[in-house]
């Protein structure tokens, strides 16, 4: 069975997806806050210190829509051969620190890029009391061996680092065992945990998730000064181009564009960008 072309375009049905704090502050230590100074981040780790508030880490509005629309299935293919390829966030409200949601999720694209196909989702989480938007993710996957039916390439990237030296940079290690505290996330994907099932996919070790990578970008950026209160991300995307094997130190270089957006690069180690093409903003909730 090749991937289910059939579903490109269908939102699937509403999924009701409830969390409460124990999710968001587990979120927020899988992608390394309090690791090193557990003083560090107080408002994203703890939800009961004297003065401080929860605030939920942007970046788990990702979380929030994984694995929507459950009894689709995309078909039947080795899912060692899949790899996360971009991630987008755009968030409306902040999100709460415990709530209800309701997800709709579509498959938006499948491009064939000839030994391999790409399939783009979109999904959506609206606050199950009000109706409100929350946040909308986009995200793509890249499944080796499964193009070679004929279809559109898709458009070329266009994002382009800017020449000149980054305005701003930052710094985060990562640890060997990440991988196992973020997968409580919802990820159980063996590819993170289980050495046999990592080199079927052609990697020496269980590599650290796409989405911890990229909330640990996001947490190094949060720390910018162009950044401002905590939690105040807007949107934030980026390319998967390198793994990241737990343990690796992770620089994040950051340009300020003319339009109030940020593009950034993730660097891992010797010197690999592990994630491209990434783009953030800044600012207040929509609404």
């Known amino acids: 069975m090749s991937l289910n072309h059939d579903l490109v375009g269908k ?5 009701t997806k409830s969390w ?10 899988g992608i390394g806050y309090g690791h090193d100074d557990q003083l560090t981040g107080l408002q994203f780790t703890t939800e009961n210190t004297d003065g401080i508030e929860q605030v939920v880490a942007p970046t788990y509005g990702v979380i929030m829509t994984h694995g929507a629309g459950p009894g689709r299935s995309l078909g039947d293919f080795d899912r060692a051969m899949l790899v996360h390829g971009e991630q987008g966030l755009r968030i409306h409200r902040r999100i709460p620190a415990a709530g209800t949601a309701q997800i709709v ?9 000839g030994s391999a196909a790409i399939v783009r989702s979109e999904s959506t989480a609206t606050d199950s009391e009000t109706g409100a938007p929350l946040v909308t993710t986009t995200s793509s996957v890249f499944i080796r061996g499964e193009g070679g039916f004929g279809g559109e390439s898709g458009p070329k990237a266009t994002w382009q680092a800017p020449d000149r030296e980054p305005d701003w940079s930052g710094t985060a290690r990562t640890w060997p065992g990440q991988a196992l505290l973020y997968r409580l996330n919802g990820d159980r994907n063996p590819l993170h945990a289980d050495p046999a099932f990592a080199a079927r996919g052609g990697f020496e070790k269980p590599i650290l998730h796409g989405l911890c990578t990229y909330g640990v970008s996001a947490r190094v950026l949060l720390d910018a000064p162009f950044a401002g209160d905590a939690g105040n991300l807007r949107e934030f995307s980026g390319r998967f181009s390198s793994p990241v094997i737990p343990g690796d130190e992770l620089t994040v270089r950051a340009w300020q564009s003319d339009d109030d957006e940020i593009l950034f690069q993730t660097v891992g180690a010797q010197q690999k960008t592990v994630i491209d093409h990434g783009r953030a903003r800044f600012g207040p909730p929509e609404a």
């Not at 939102?11 to 999924?15: A, D, F, G, M, R």
């Not at 999720?105 to 890029?113: A, L, Q, R, Y």
Request: net charge negative.
């Open 11 to 15: 939102p699937s049905e509403p999924v």
């Open 20 to 29: 409460t704090s124990t999710e968001t502050l587990l979120y927020a230590l």
């Open 105 to 113: 999720s579509t498959i938006t694209d499948i491009f064939d890029k």
